[in-house]
């Protein structure tokens, strides 16, 4: 599997926007770019994914570079619920999810 | 609706013991993954079902470890003789397909924490 590189660790401040980085120079034409959190004490949860263009949600945007080489997920406005891990992730046809350890993120009140 | 559910939510075992940890995916979920993330670890496979058959088991850490679906549906996660190191949070996922979708979202339960004395 492609590797994914991810800062250790954030902070942003309560309904603040936050933009969390992933590098993937190696990702294939057929990755798809996913995001996972997990809220502490939890499994992770889905949060969105990508292919080419951006994409946005309820929960978030993602914004992925015109060279797939690089993707944002974007918090429009953080809240104390959002603290969590989030883990950036390649996948192709492969069914399994192969979990780095992820950006930590502390949203301060 | 209902999510994937995991039993028991903690589990505490002496060395050498053997556990079972049960996994029931959301109705209608054909793939089926377990998971272990051990203590300031990451989160790393252990096997994948395709409705009750096996096809990836290399993530199993040792032949202590087994797992088996019945019914497409329900899943159990055998340790045997257990050992400190198995002390783990055992994360069940279910997704509606597996291969050839790329894009399936995998719901996770809340986990089974293992603690081996």
């Known amino acids: 599997d492609a590797k994914t590189t991810q800062p250790n660790s954030m902070e942003s401040n309560e309904e603040e926007p936050v933009h969390l980085p992933c590098n993937h120079s190696?990702?294939?034409?057929?990755?798809?770019i996913h995001w996972y959190r997990q809220l502490p004490s939890q499994g992770p949860e889905y949060v969105i994914h990508?292919?080419?263009s951006n994409v946005n949600n309820r929960m978030a945007s993602l914004a992925i570079a015109e060279d797939r080489k690089s993707s944002t997920l974007i918090l429009h406005r953080a809240t104390l619920r959002d603290a969590a891990v989030y883990y950036c992730?390649?996948?192709?046809?492969?069914?399994?999810?192969?979990f780095g350890k992820g950006t930590l993120l502390t949203v301060n009140p | 609706g209902a999510g994937v559910s995991q039993s028991p939510s903690n589990k505490v075992t002496e060395k050498g013991k053997d556990v079972e940890l049960r996994c029931d995916p959301i109705?209608?979920?054909?793939?089926l993954y377990w998971y272990r993330q051990s203590l300031g670890q990451g989160l790393e496979f252990l096997i994948y079902?395709?409705?009750?058959?096996?096809?990836?088991k290399s993530g199993l850490p040792s032949d202590r470890f087994s797992a088996e679906r019945t019914g497409g549906s329900v899943s159990t996660l055998t340790i045997q003789r257990t050992q400190q190191e198995d002390s783990a949070v055992y994360l069940c996922?279910?997704?509606?397909?597996?291969?050839?979708?790329?894009?399936?979202?995998?719901?996770f339960g809340p986990g089974t924490r293992l603690t081996v004395l």
């Open positions: 109705s209608g979920h054909t793939a």
């Open positions: 990508g292919l080419t």
């Open positions: 996922a279910s997704s509606l397909a597996g291969t050839g979708s790329s894009y399936n979202e995998q719901f």
């Open positions: 190696t990702i294939s034409g057929t990755d798809y």
């Open positions: 992730i390649l996948r192709g046809s492969n069914y399994k999810l192969t």
């Open positions: 079902f395709q409705g009750n058959s096996a096809p990836d």
